[in-house]
C-alpha cells in the first residue's frame, strides 16, 4: 500500500478485555516497529521485527503485551487483560531497508487505546 | 545511553516570524537525528533527518536544522511562520538503527 495501515483506528476496551491492534506496513518494508504514546508524551518503543523475526521486545511494559509478525508482513500488537495505564496511542511504523537511518521511517496514524 | 531534551515544551510565535525549536541531545557515539511532526489526529511525518552528511540539513516546508556536536544540539528553525505550522514537534535520535528515542515534543502555536 501506499502507506503504514493501522487498525482499528479506535478501540474502547473495558478493564481486563483482550484488544488486539493491526499495522499493515508499506509492501516490502521488512523492519517493523511499535510504540506507545501516552497522552501528552512522546512515542516510546515497544517492540522491533525484522521480517518475521523479533530482534527487540524491551520495551513492552509487561507480560500481557505480546507483538508477532508470522509472515513478515502484517503484525498484531495484543494486549491481554487490558488496565487503564494502557490508554495510549499505539503507533506502527516501517522500513525498508537495513539503513532505516538514511531511508527512513514511515509511521502509521495510530490506534488510539482507551480502556474504560 | 542515547536521549534527547527538548527545551521547551511550548513555542508560541506569530505568523511571518522565526521560528526555534531547540533540542539537545545525548550519545555515546556519532547519532542520528530526525525532526518529525505531528499534526492533531494525523500520523507522524519526517521533516529531515541528519545522518553524518552535512551539518545543516534542509527539510521540507521551509524547515531546517543545525548539527552542532560542539553543543550536541539539533535545534530546529524556520525563517517565517505560517498557520499550517501549528502543531506538535519531536526530536529523535536513533539507536544504532534499531529504535527511535523521541523528546517530549514541543507545541508550536502561531498566532494571526
Known amino acids: 500500500g501506499a502507506g503504514v495501515s493501522q487498525s482499528p483506528r479506535y478501540k474502547v476496551a473495558k478493564r481486563g478485555q483482550d484488544v488486539a491492534l493491526r499495522c499493515d506496513p508499506i509492501s516490502g518494508h521488512v523492519s517493523l516497529f511499535w510504540y506507545q504514546q501516552a497522552l501528552g508524551q512522546g512515542p516510546e518503543f515497544l517492540t522491533y521485527f525484522q521480517n518475521e523475526a523479533q530482534l527487540d521486545k524491551s520495551g513492552l511494559p509487561s507480560d500481557r503485551f505480546f507483538a508477532e509478525r508470522p509472515e513478515g508482513s502484517v503484525s498484531t500488537l495484543k494486549i491481554q487483560r487490558t488496565q487503564q495505564e494502557d490508554s495510549a496511542v499505539y503507533l506502527c511504523?516501517?522500513?525498508?531497508?537495513?539503513?532505516?537511518?538514511?531511508?527512513?521511517?514511515?509511521f502509521g496514524s495510530g490506534t488510539r487505546l482507551t480502556v474504560v | 545511553a542515547q536521549s534527547v531534551t527538548q527545551l521547551d515544551s511550548h513555542v508560541s510565535v506569530s505568523e511571518g516570524t522565526p521560528v526555534l525549536l531547540r533540542c539537545n541531545y545525548s550519545s555515546s557515539y556519532s547519532p542520528s537525528l530526525f525532526w518529525y511532526v505531528q499534526h492533531p489526529n494525523k500520523g507522524l511525518q519526517l521533516l529531515l533527518k541528519?545522518?553524518?552528511?552535512?551539518?545543516l540539513v534542509k527539510g521540507i516546508n521551509g524547515f531546517e536544522a543545525e548539527f552542532k556536536k560542539s553543543e550536541t544540539s539539533f535545534h530546529l528553525t524556520k525563517p517565517s511562520a505560517h498557520m499550517s505550522d501549528a502543531a506538535e514537534y519531536f526530536c529523535?535520535?536513533?539507536?544504532?538503527?534499531?529504535?527511535?528515542?523521541f523528546g517530549a515534543g514541543t507545541i508550536l502555536r502561531v498566532k494571526s
Open positions: 541528519y545522518t553524518s552528511a552535512a551539518t
Open positions: 511504523a516501517s522500513s525498508k531497508r537495513r539503513d532505516r537511518d538514511n531511508y527512513g521511517y514511515t
Open positions: 529523535v535520535v536513533s539507536v544504532y538503527g534499531n529504535k527511535l528515542v
